[in-house]
T-cell receptor, first 115, second 110 residues
């Protein structure tokens, strides 16, 4: 099946710094990538949807200036958490799909801890 | 908006069958999915069912869909300790995004 990777798998950073998380589709071209956030013992919350070459669409309540998403190629999307704070600590999961007719494939997630 | 509900916890003995239930509100759903999440990991697609189907079986997994009641279930036969995980149902309408349920934590007791 299709493989989606995320890097890093775990990151600890200090409050006020920025962190970049990469999401790559390894064996297919992803026209659309999704970024989710998951709090402990909770479901996934969609943060934003990005289509290659265009600006991301953010869900209500998600600050686009804080969570910068770049989908510069058909195999790579990045999420940058700017000026991170402890409340941004969470598990971030990306997913990717070839087209709307195809399945979404999920990455293994990135655990962000802000101290 | 869409609402997808699941019971939070389920415990079964090894070798028994597990049945995880899900209810949803969006009658326009075209696909319904079951995902498995192991601790500290992403989501693994287990199976899915198209909305015009009633049942789908894939080895130990059986999905039942009652479209009238908007009820979806996942049955795992001969449950093993490796099946312990969180199981999410999700629904999608057409080209729209996935909406996830709250997740059911399955614990398999040896």
């Amino acid at each position: 099946g299709a493989v989606v990777s995320q890097h890093p798998s775990r990151v600890i950073c200090k409050s006020g710094t920025s962190v970049k998380i990469e999401c790559r589709s390894l064996d297919f071209q992803a026209t659309t990538m999704f970024w989710y956030r998951q709090f402990p013992k909770q479901s996934l919350m969609l943060m934003a949807t990005s289509n290659e070459g265009s600006k991301a669409t953010y869900e209500q309540g998600v600050e686009k200036d804080k969570f910068l998403i770049n989908h510069a190629s058909l195999t790579l999307s990045t999420l940058t958490v700017t000026s991170a704070h402890p409340e941004d600590s969470s598990f971030y999961i990306c997913s990717a799909r070839f087209s709307s007719q195809y399945e979404q494939y999920f990455g293994p997630g990135t655990r962000l801890t802000v101290t | 908006g869409e609402d997808v509900e699941q019971s939070l916890f389920l415990s079964v003995r090894e070798g028994d069958s597990s049945v995880i239930n899900c209810t949803y509100t969006d009658s326009s759903s075209t696909y319904l999915y079951w995902y498995k999440q192991e601790p500290g990991a992403g989501l693994q697609l287990l199976t899915y069912i198209f909305s015009n189907m009633d049942m789908k079986q894939d080895q130990r997994l059986t999905v039942l869909l009652n479209k009238k009641d908007k009820h979806l279930s996942l049955r795992i036969a001969d449950t093993q300790t490796g099946d312990s995980a969180i199981y999410f149902c999700a629904e999608k309408e057409g080209a729209n995004n996935l909406f996830f349920g709250t997740g059911t934590r399955l614990t398999v007791i040896p």
